[in-house]
C-alpha cells in the first residue's frame, strides 16, 4: 500500500508549499539553478513520507540475517530502479538466519499483569510458554561463593541487571528536585551503578559469560533491563545465550520484579517467545550508480546503513540516513542529468556489528575506492546537519568550504566546522573509508534525543521523524554532491600530522579492518 499525500492536497496547499521553497533561502538570496531546482523539488515533491511508511512501517526492523533485512536490501535497490537508477546487490558476507516472533510476558503470582518486555535479537524461542520463578542475584564476596550459588539457578529465571531504585530521567529529577535533594539522588545513584560494576568483578564473569553460565546451570530464561535513564527508553541488543530465551524487561515491571524476589515474594512469570532460526543468509549492500558523463571513473558516494537493531523500526538509526541519501539521488537524477562524476549510493549492511557492509565495499571495490572524491554519511538521526568535520584532510577546508558555500543560507548556517579535524575512527560508516585514505566526511545531526532515547532502543519508531528536519538534509546532501560532482579539481588526500597522545607519542591514523563476513566470527 502507498500512501501518495500529495494527491490528497488542495491545489492552494501545494502552490503555498512551492512558494515555501521559493522564500526559505532568503528573499534576496540567489542560488545556483540547480540547487534551486533541488529546494523546489523537496518543498513541493517530497518523496520521504512515502518511502518511510514503506520502509519503517511495511517492512520495519532490519536486523542483519532477517528477511527483512533482505526485504529492505530488494525495497531500495527496487525503489533506484524505479527512478531509472542503476541498482544491485552486492553480497559481501554471510550471518545467522533469524527471524523475531511475538514476545509476550506476564507476572502469574503473586498476582496477574502483562509485563512489557522484548525478545534480544537472536534469542532462542521458548519453543513452548514456559513459567518460572523469578530470582535475583546473590549478595556474596567472591567468585567461589557465587560459583556454589549457580546450582540454585536451575529451572528459574534469573534477572541479572542492576536494579534501577528510580525509573525517572536525571533531567526530571533535576527539574523538580531542591538543589539538594538532586545532589543527594545523583551521588547515591553513581554509586550503586559503582556497587554493582564492583559485584560484577567480584563474581568473575561478565556480560558474555554471565548468561553462559547461567544457562550451563539450568536457568530456565534470563532477563535483563538496558535501561537508558529516559522513561520508557530501553536498548536492544543481541542474547548471550544459545538454548534459553533472553528477555529485556522495561525498568519499571522489572524493578517490581526484583523488589518481590528480594523480599521473599517468589514472582512467578510466564514467558512465550516465538522467533525463529533460519537457515544461514547473505549479507548485501544495496548499490545505485548514475554514471558520470565526463568522469566515470570517479565517484561521489552519498552513505548511509540500511540494517537495524529491531526493538523498534530503526527509524532514526538509521532509517533517516537511508531516507536522505534514497531522496537525494531521486532528486539528483531528476535535475542534474549531466553528472560530470559517478554518483554512487551505498546503503550499507550490519554497520551495527562492526561496520561490516562499508569496510566489504572498500575492500572488494579498489577500483571505485582509488577514484573517490568524496564521501557523505549521515548516521545519528532525525536533526539537521550542524556539525561536519573535515576528518584529518589536510585540504578539506578547501573543498568542504566551497561546496557547502553553494548550500541555501539557511541550512549552512547552522554548521559548524573544524579542519583538518581528527579522523574517524569507527562509529559510523564513514571510518571505513577515511581509514583507507579517503575524504569521507559525517554529516553530524543535531541530537533530538537521539543517545538518550532513540539510538538502539525501543523508541526508535517512525513518529520520532521530523520530516522538515530530514529535507534539510537532502537540500544539504544534493548540493554536496552536485558540487563534488562539478568541481575540476580532485580532491587532496593529504593527511594532518597526527597529534601527541597523554604519553607523549605520536597518536595513529586509523588502520583500514577487515570486515566480519561470517556471524561465527562476531563476538
Do not use: C
Not at 9 to 29: D, I, K, N, R, Y
Not at 116 to 125: E, M
Not at 195 to 214: H, M
Not at 478 to 487: G, H, I, K, R, V
Amino acid at each position: 500500500m502507498k500512501i501518495n499525500r500529495l494527491f490528497l492536497m488542495p491545489a492552494m496547499v501545494v502552490a503555498t508549499q512551492f512558494s515555501l521553497a521559493q522564500t526559505t533561502v532568503g528573499s534576496h538570496e540567489k542560488l545556483n539553478p540547480v540547487v534551486q531546482s533541488f529546494v523546489n523539488e523537496v518543498y513541493s515533491n517530497s518523496q520521504l513520507e512515502n518511502m518511510a511508511y514503506e520502509l519503517l512501517d511495511e517492512i520495519g526492523p532490519r536486523l542483519v540475517g532477517t528477511p527483512e533485512m533482505l526485504a529492505a536490501n530488494e525495497w531500495t535497490a527496487d525503489k533506484l530502479r524505479s527512478w531509472d537508477i542503476e541498482a544491485n546487490l552486492q553480497q559481501f558476507g554471510t550471518w545467522k538466519g533469524w527471524q523475531r516472533g511475538i514476545t509476550h510476558v506476564d507476572m502469574i503470582y503473586p498476582r496477574v499483569k502483562t509485563l512489557n518486555a522484548t525478545q534480544l535479537a537472536w534469542s532462542p524461542s521458548t519453543k513452548k510458554a514456559i513459567e518460572a520463578e523469578v530470582i535475583i542475584l546473590p549478595k556474596v564476596s567472591s567468585k567461589t561463593d557465587f560459583d556454589k550459588w549457580l546450582p540454585s539457578a536451575k529451572g528459574k529465571i534469573v534477572l541479572i541487571a542492576q536494579y534501577q531504585k528510580i525509573g525517572r530521567s536525571d533531567e526530571q529529577i533535576k527539574e523538580f528536585a531542591t538543589p539538594e535533594l538532586y545532589e543527594k539522588l545523583k551521588k547515591e545513584k553513581e554509586q550503586a551503578s559503582k556497587d554493582f560494576q564492583n559485584y560484577i568483578k567480584v563474581i568473575g564473569y561478565d556480560n558474555n559469560t554471565l548468561p553462559e553460565a547461567l544457562e550451563k546451570a539450568g536457568a530456565v530464561g534470563i532477563s535483563i533491563s538496558n535501561w537508558t535513564g529516559i522513561m520508557g527508553a530501553n536498548r536492544i541488543f543481541g542474547a548471550k545465550t544459545t538454548e534459553i530465551p533472553m528477555i529485556d524487561i522495561d525498568v519499571e515491571d522489572y524493578g517490581m520484579l526484583y523488589r518481590m524476589s528480594e523480599n521473599g515474594q517468589k514472582p512467578r512469570i510466564k514467558v512465550e517467545t516465538q522467533s525463529k532460526v533460519l537457515p544461514e543468509a547473505k549479507t548485501f549492500n544495496t548499490i545505485g550508480m548514475i554514471k558520470g558523463k565526463e568522469k566515470p571513473n570517479e565517484y561521489v558516494i552519498l552513505s548511509a546503513h540500511l540494517d537495524s537493531w529491531d526493538g523498534a523500526q530503526g527509524a532514526t538509526d538509521n532509517g533517516t540516513g537511508v531516507l536522505t541519501m534514497l531522496e537525494t539521488m531521486r532528486i539528483l537524477k531528476k535535475y542534474y542529468p549531466n553528472n560530470k562524476r559517478t554518483i554512487v549510493v551505498g546503503l550499507w549492511g550490519s554497520e551495527e556489528q562492526g561496520l561490516n557492509g562499508s569496510r566489504g565495499f572498500v575492500a572488494d571495490n579498489p577500483e571505485i575506492i582509488k577514484g573517490t572524491q568524496a564521501v557523505f554519511n549521515q548516521d545519528n538521526g532525525t536533526g539537521r546537519v550542524v556539525n561536519i568535520s573535515g576528518q584529518g584532510f589536510v585540504n578539506s577546508y578547501d573543498y568542504i568550504g566551497k561546496w557547502l558555500n553553494a548550500a541555501p543560507k539557511n541550512i549552512k548556517d547552522q554548521i559548524k566546522t573544524d579542519f583538518p579535524g581528527m579522523p574517524g575512527g569507527g562509529g559510523s560508516d564513514h571510518a571505513s573509508f577515511v581509514a583507507a585514505g579517503v575524504p569521507a566526511f559525517g554529516l553530524g545531526s543535531l541530537n533530538w534525543g537521539y543517545f538518550g532515547y532513540t539510538w538502539h532502543t525501543t523508541r526508535d519508531t517512525y513518529d520520532k521523524i521530523i520530516f522538515d528536519e530530514v529535507k534539510n538534509n537532502v537540500i544539504l546532501t544534493a548540493t554536496l554532491a552536485y558540487m563534488a560532482s562539478e568541481d575540476p579539481e580532485f580532491t587532496s588526500r593529504e593527511k594532518r600530522a597526527m597529534p601527541l597522545d597523554d604519553k607523549g607519542q605520536a597518536t595513529k591514523w586509523p588502520e583500514a579492518r577487515k570486515p566480519i563476513r561470517d556471524s561465527k566470527d562476531f563476538k
